[in-house]
């Protein structure tokens, strides 16, 4: 019994098919290997751009960053901004925004991104650099679909231009006005004014620039004012009015236009003149206001006399 239990265990193990069944499985695991290859291989990494600082701080420099996660913007904008937040990879490039700045939150409404930082984002030295700073997120994050603003808060406030101006709103890519280069000459916070949606009176926009070499804040307030809102408003001046100078002296700011600042209607005369006088009574060197034409000093323009100086006036701001 013994020997015929033996044989036909032997006779079971030399005669079930082992190696077919390993063939199979050995089959099996390469075919997984095989699809979860392919499956890494498939999925899908998107390159964002991020914004920091050259090496000399004038410029912004970019650099490319890979993300798998492309599921909806407000995933994607968290990842940007901390990796943004971590610094530069390369040598040559500097931190805009100050280091231990942490991100706090981030939320998405009606393609406005809110991003709420700590209190060592306020730890920029310089108003140029804080500049810098604000521009490297905004263009960071403007830069991925469905984000058209962005609105910076600081441990949920929002940022204020200086100690003693109102807050920064949300912030879209025409609101960066040097995208290439910042200069380094002065920056200056000007208080915009046009009209509103009815022409009834005045609106305010404040917009922090860089002033040019060569250039005064008065001149680029202007040329600002003729550029037109950047969200409500209605702007005034029109593209046939040439500014020929604009100079201060003791106060007062003398703004010598085209002939055809004359041609102004009547309707609309008041709140024109308005929104250069109190756009330039706003800047600390302005006082007063007066027109010139061609270099002349001009009798009227619509309904408005431009003879006397003129000074802020609060009455005909909303």
């Not at 393609?111 to 700590?118: A, E, F, G, H, R």
């Not at 209607?265 to 010139?292: H, K, Q």
């Not at 001009?298 to 003879?307: C, F, H, P, R, W």
Request: net charge negative; hydrophobic share 40%; proline share 2%.
């Amino acid at each position: 019994m013994l020997k015929v239990r033996r044989a036909r265990e032997a006779y079971f193990v030399y005669t079930f098919p082992w190696r077919n069944i390993m063939k199979k499985i050995m089959i099996l695991v390469l075919a997984l290997a095989l699809a979860l290859a392919s499956a890494g291989c498939s999925m899908q990494y998107e390159k964002y751009t991020l914004f920091f600082a050259s090496a000399d701080g004038k410029s912004m420099a970019e650099e490319s960053f890979s993300i798998e996660d492309t599921s909806s913007a407000e995933k994607i904008a968290y990842a940007v901004m901390e990796k943004l937040l971590e610094g530069p990879k390369r040598a040559e490039h500097k931190r805009a925004i100050p280091e231990n700045t942490a991100l706090l939150g981030i939320r998405l409404e009606e393609k406005t991104i809110t991003v709420n930082l700590s209190q060592d984002f306020e730890k920029t030295v310089g108003p140029a650099s804080r500049l810098m700073a604000i521009y490297s997120v905004v263009n960071t994050l403007c830069g991925i679909d469905g984000i058209n603003k962005v609105q910076i808060l600081v441990n949920g406030r929002k940022l204020s231009y200086t100690a003693s101006e109102g807050e920064i709103g949300a912030l879209s890519m025409n609101n960066v006005i040097v995208a290439d280069e910042i200069g380094r000459n002065q920056t200056v916070v000007l208080e915009l004014y046009f009209a509103d949606e009815d022409k009834t009176a005045l609106i305010s926009e404040k917009r922090m620039l860089d002033i040019k070499d060569n250039e005064t804040a008065e001149k680029t307030a202007i040329e600002e004012l003729m550029k037109g809102p950047a969200a409500k408003g209605v702007k005034l001046l029109n593209e046939d009015i040439k500014v020929l100078s604009v100079e201060t002296k003791d106060q007062y700011c003398y703004v010598n236009f085209s002939k055809e600042f004359l041609s102004l209607s009547e309707g609309i005369s008041d709140l024109c003149v308005y929104s250069i006088v109190n756009t330039l009574a706003r800047l600390p060197e302005v006082s007063y206001v007066l027109f010139l034409i061609e270099g002349e000093k001009a009798e009227k323009v619509g309904n408005t006399v431009l003879s006397e100086p003129f000074s802020y006036n609060s009455d005909i701001v909303n």
